[in-house]
């Protein structure tokens, strides 16, 4: 009677490890699918980062160029108003000469 319990715990004690095992590969399989995924996700984003600094990168070099355009154009205007500024004076003095050149005819 003691040989048929001590079998049926055998037995079960048996299936128990098979059960264990199985949940212990399953944990295993579901833990390394995890850190793959993870890998995976972690190279994407290394990738999108890269591709940020290199979005990054070209639109420094843009907003370098457009900044130094800025710099021309206002030069080019500031120049442009003294030009404006020297042919107005240029203008009036003409405009007065002409005035006083009538007035003495």
């Known amino acids: 009677?003691?040989?048929?319990?001590?079998?049926?715990?055998?037995d079960a004690d048996e299936k128990r490890r098979k059960r264990n095992r199985e949940y212990a590969r399953q944990s295993r399989r579901r833990k390394r699918q995890e850190f793959e995924s993870l890998q995976e996700y972690d190279?994407?984003?290394?990738e999108a980062l890269r591709m940020a600094e290199r979005q990054i990168g070209t639109l420094q070099e843009a907003l370098t160029k457009s900044q130094q355009e800025l710099e021309h154009v206002q030069r080019t205007l500031f120049l442009s108003q003294q030009h404006a500024t020297t042919l107005q004076e240029r203008l009036s003095r003409a405009e007065y000469d002409c005035h006083r050149l009538n007035a003495w005819i």
């Open 1 to 10: 009677n003691n040989n048929i319990e001590d079998d049926d715990d055998d």
């Open 43 to 46: 190279q994407l984003l290394r």
